[in-house]
């Protein structure tokens, strides 16, 4: 090892080594500031294992001098150690910003739909809390703006509904959740019969339908044979019991009939439908929202859809 | 007199005793939990008295291994922290129970896609499916990669027992006696119990996999099924409902 040595220069104590002929290191001490401070952080350590949770202590650990005090269901006052579960309760009880949305929150409750939509305190908070939850727990379905995807997830902000547009009717749709299902007519029907029940579905909106096929397809549409009245009713104006598709409107949630160019296109893709059936699954949102928040969805999604 | 200097000039013994630092930090914190009795919460159902959180059933186990296989924790977490803004997005904060027959944890601080502690039942099958074979179709600015071919693949079930007989041995209760059997009808009640029967593995997996089609698809068992059933029942075996908001306040 190379021998410590004094810096001619400065003085300075160096490690002794050199580099380069006269490349040097110095050896100074820790600057006191420095030092100072590892031992505040040390102090503080010990600070710190009196005020919170900290050591093990055989079959427990000491809890610590700091304590949090809240309300309990029960309605009585509790207070614990220090720990980040009581922390939370009491930040939901007491926070600033939590007080604040429950204000809010209890309003809404009590308030009829129509005070909500007009009072533009509430209808401003109906929008910001409904724009957060419908992010977190709708958008990945029905799409950020709630337009949806055909086929897949309906449209929310049109105001055609499968399942009734009333507050009580979408209320239910978002707390017990909904299955869509058509059955399948693959094995009811020969490929003619399909190709007339189709052509009705067309006439029956407007579209250009090849009228002698669907003449007969509207026997099979009424009759007993393909049943299509059950759900979607005589007229094809469909059934909000049964979330069956309105077939006069323009409008289409399952086959994508407006994005397909052709009369032929547009009949392969109700075709298709018919043929497959329809299964799909809006989940139950009971367990997941509070009432309130539900209501607040409501309030949302009659705004979205300009009502 | 000792000087620090001794150490700071010997690579070796800095080395060693750097170790002997690290170590007792380490330990100092990580063995007392096995022996503090309140680190993971007793969670019963209040009525029948049967403990809520169970062991994966066959095809959830299965599901886990790909979410392990695929390196789904990499992008996802799967503990909900106890503050108002997690509680707000995710729900109720995960309990250290609910994890305790997750082998390894999946908790994690890496969130580039959304925790996934409570997204059971949040979404349709289809909706994962779909999810899962392309993201984008469902969630226009989503980063998440596809996976299209789990949905493909067929599931393996070869080497299903030996994968609950290996958990078994670190402690999940899994079944392979007539006694470990009769204690897991005693836990969890007779139709979980049926679940956790390592003999019974394979039929429990496909009469589960046939009752859910996850997929839409009967004709096999994909590797999309074991997936699906695995996220629809993460964090769903609480029900909060059932507790006191304050409850499980006193295991901390």
């Known amino acids: 090892m190379a021998k410590p040595v004094k810096d001619p220069l400065t003085g300075a104590k160096t490690t002794g080594h050199v580099w380069d002929e006269t490349l040097q290191e110095f050896d100074n001490p820790l600057p006191r500031w420095w030092v100072w401070m590892f031992y505040a952080t040390v102090v503080f350590t010990i600070v710190y294992w009196l005020m919170y949770p900290s050591w093990p202590v055989a079959g427990t650990y000491l809890k610590g001098f700091n304590t949090i005090t809240y309300e309990t269901d029960a309605g009585e006052e509790k207070t614990t150690h220090w720990n980040t579960r009581a922390l939370l309760q009491r930040d939901m009880q007491t926070g600033t910003q939590a007080l604040k949305q429950k204000e809010y929150l209890t309003k809404v409750a009590a308030a009829p739909y129509e005070q909500i939509a007009q009072d533009p305190d509430m209808a401003a908070f109906v929008r910001s809390y409904g724009n957060g939850i419908f992010g977190d727990k709708c958008a990945a379905c029905h799409q950020a703006g709630g337009q949806g995807v055909v086929g897949l997830f309906p449209n929310l902000v049109d105001d055609d509904w499968l399942w009734g547009s009333k507050p009580e009717q979408i209320t239910e749709t978002l707390v017990n959740g909904r299955n869509g299902f058509m059955p399948p007519y693959r094995e009811t029907f020969n490929d003619d019969q399909l190709d007339q029940v189709a052509n009705y579905v067309m006439s029956l909106s407007g579209l250009e339908a090849n009228k002698e096929a669907a003449v007969k397809g509207e026997q099979i549409f009424k009759g007993e044979k393909g049943g299509c009245y059950y759900c979607h009713t005589s007229e094809g104006t469909g059934m909000y019991a049964q979330g069956a598709a309105n077939l006069t409107d323009k409008i289409w949630t399952v086959a994508n009939v407006p994005a397909k160019d052709s009369a032929e296109e547009k009949l392969a893709a109700i075709k298709t439908v018919i043929r497959d059936g329809i299964q799909r699954q809006m989940p139950a949102f009971s367990s997941r929202l509070s009432d309130t928040e539900i209501k607040v969805l409501v309030a949302y999604l009659k705004q979205l859809s300009g009502e | ?252």
């Open chain 2, 1 to 252: 007199m000792f000087k620090h200097e001794t150490i700071e000039t010997n690579s070796g013994l800095l080395i060693v005793l750097t170790l002997v630092a690290i170590s007792i930090g380490g330990l100092v914190e990580i063995i007392p939990l096995h022996y503090i009795d309140e680190t993971v919460e007793d969670v019963r159902d209040p009525d029948t008295g049967f403990e809520m959180v169970r062991p994966y059933s066959p095809l959830e186990l299965r599901g886990f291994d790909i979410y392990k296989r695929e390196g789904c924790y990499t992008c996802h977490s799967q503990m909900i922290r106890p503050f108002r803004d997690e509680d707000l997005r995710y729900g109720h904060y995960s309990l250290a129970a609910e994890s305790k027959y997750d082998h390894p944890f999946q908790w994690g601080s890496k969130r580039t896609g959304p925790d996934l502690a409570r997204v059971g039942g949040k979404y349709s099958n289809e909706w994962h499916v779909q999810h899962m074979i392309a993201p984008r179709s469902v969630v226009p600015e989503s980063i998440m990669p596809n996976y299209p071919w789990l949905a493909e693949t067929e599931l393996k079930l070869s080497d299903l027992q030996d994968r609950m007989i290996a958990l078994k041995k670190v402690g999940v209760p899994y079944s392979r006696t007539t006694a470990e059997y009769e204690n897991n009808v005693k836990r969890f009640g007779e139709a979980v119990a049926k679940t956790l029967d390592i003999n019974l593995a394979e039929n429990t997996l496909i009469a589960q996999a046939n009752q859910g089609n996850y997929d839409g698809n009967k004709a096999k068992i994909t590797e999309m099924e074991a997936l699906v059933a695995y996220l629809q029942v993460l964090g769903t075996m609480v029900d909060f409902d059932k507790f006191d908001e304050e409850h499980f306040i006193q295991f901390r």
